[in-house]
């Protein structure tokens, strides 16, 4: 093995110095680091402190069952789910009972992106990456205004934070959204059975006076399946965006120099869409899920784009309807949800798959040129590509399941993908993809 640097990394060495003023600082919840300690690091002309914050909700003392007071935290969560297992757990965040289908997402970074995407709605995310919370929270990493998850499952939360974006804890972050986490739990084992049995309902609880049973009559009753979920995430009036990628993480340097108007239909929809969007050059119009076809034809865009969002695709006819009447007159592109209404739009069906698709990681290929993209996802759900009418091709599969990952209708101008061309969080091989529907709407305009 190597040896160790002479120098240990500075985030390793604010672990260990965190570690050591846990007692001395029990009362306070955040430490600035010494410029000594901290290895203060000169950039340019940039200089850099690093703040480590202690995460609180490892500080908090227990009282156990015997009545005597623990200077660490006990287990006072369970995460009951719908086949009888019953996992103890240490809660950080909100405490409460809520239910919510698991799922596990194996995506590295980016656990805010996650907690703010919308289409999360009803759902507990069970993150497989065992360290979290060490990059704390930060205003610009926000994929919408809320957090409309169940909860967050993980295995380990981080005992400070260690990053110069870092505004907040995660654990202060999920109490003022209210919103519930729970860590010290076999998240490996809760995965393994997820893609075993496929996923489940489960409630999460830090209420002691409910029995496991109680608790597993709750998640046996809840369903998702046929439940509209969009309308609980979607704007309530029209509005118009026009932020972009950020110059400091912008990596796309050629910029549109025309200007297209998009009419987003918001299910659900993520900013870094908007965002990427806005980079390409376009200017874009929110509507809300219901808003009527018509009035979003009246305004002669350039182009449609569907969103992303919750739940199950088949719940929301009104949706499909919508799509029905835009699709064939404008250009279109349908991400996620939108991808799936698309299918169903043209007389396609979804079907529920056993666990389906979480994560930064999956691999996806173009049938057109056969290159291969590692995508960023998140559905339950999929287009059954055999029940597609003729004139709709499969344009990319999953190449984990060969499951569809993307249609093309040509004569209808219409495009759609089943993960997230926008990543955040992700890689950023599918950026490409807003590229082809600014040609898309190009060629409308010839
Ligand atoms: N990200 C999304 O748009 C999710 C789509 C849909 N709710 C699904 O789970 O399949």
């Known amino acids: 093995m190597a040896a160790p640097p002479a120098t240990a990394p500075a985030t390793a060495r604010c672990l260990s110095?965190?570690?050591?003023?846990?007692?001395?600082?029990r009362s306070s919840s955040s430490f600035v680091l010494s410029a000594p300690a901290t290895g203060l690091r000169q950039s340019g002309s940039r200089v850099f402190s690093i703040r480590a914050k202690v995460a609180?909700?490892?500080q908090r003392a227990c009282i156990a069952d015997d009545g005597a007071e623990r200077p660490w935290k006990l287990s006072d969560a369970r995460l009951v789910l719908e086949d009888g297992s019953v996992w103890t757990a240490?809660?950080?965040g909100a405490s409460g009972t809520q239910v919510g289908e698991v799922v596990f997402n194996t995506s590295l970074t980016g656990y805010q992106e996650i907690l703010t995407d919308p289409s999360y709605a009803g759902q507990f995310v069970l993150m497989t990456n065992p360290h979290i919370g060490n990059t704390g929270v930060n205003p610009d990493d926000e994929e919408s205004n809320q957090?409309?998850?169940g909860g967050l499952i993980i295995r380990n939360l981080s005992i400070c934070t260690s990053n110069w974006r870092c505004k907040e804890t995660l654990e202060k972050y999920l109490i003022k959204r209210n919103i519930m986490g729970i860590y010290d739990v076999d998240t490996r084992?809760?995965?393994?059975?997820l893609r075993e049995d496929g996923s489940l309902i489960g409630v999460l609880s830090t209420d002691q006076s409910l029995t496991d049973n109680e608790l597993l009559e709750m998640a046996q009753k809840w369903k998702i399946v046929g439940v509209d979920l969009i309308s609980g995430v979607t704007c309530d009036a029209p509005y118009e965006w026009s932020d972009k990628t950020d110059s400091e993480w912008e990596f796309k340097r050629d910029p549109s120099s025309e200007t297209f108007h998009v009419v987003a239909y918001d299910f659900g929809i993520k900013h870094n869409i908007l965002r990427r969007l806005t980079s390409y050059g376009c200017k874009i119009t929110v509507v809300p899920a219901n808003w009527p076809a018509s009035e979003v034809l009246n305004l002669k865009p350039n182009g449609v784009l569907f969103s992303n969002g919750p739940g199950d695709p088949a719940a929301v006819p009104y949706a499909v309807k919508t799509v029905q009447e835009i699709i064939g007159k404008v250009p279109v592109f349908g991400i996620c949800m939108g991808h799936q209404l698309i299918g169903q739009a043209l007389g396609g069906k979804t079907f529920k798959m056993k666990f389906g698709h979480h994560g930064g990681n999956h691999p996806v290929?173009?049938?057109?040129?056969?290159?291969?993209?590692?995508?960023?996802?998140?559905?339950?759900?999929?287009v059954d590509p055999e029940s597609l009418p003729e004139g709709a091709k499969v344009t990319h599969v999953n190449l984990n399941d060969n499951s569809c990952a993307g249609l093309q209708y040509s004569k209808m101008k219409l495009m759609s993908l089943q993960y997230h061309p926008e990543s955040s969080p992700g890689p950023h091989d599918s950026d490409t993809a807003f590229g082809e529907f600014i040609e898309l709407m190009k060629s409308n305009r010839l």
């Open 365 to 382: 290929c173009d049938l057109r040129s056969g290159r291969v993209d590692i995508s960023a996802q998140n559905h339950n759900y999929a």
């Open 56 to 58: 609180t909700g490892l």
């Open 189 to 193: 084992a809760i995965t393994r059975r």
């Open 17 to 25: 110095v965190a570690k050591s003023c846990w007692a001395a600082e």
């Open 90 to 92: 240490k809660s950080f």
């Open 147 to 149: 957090c409309f998850l």
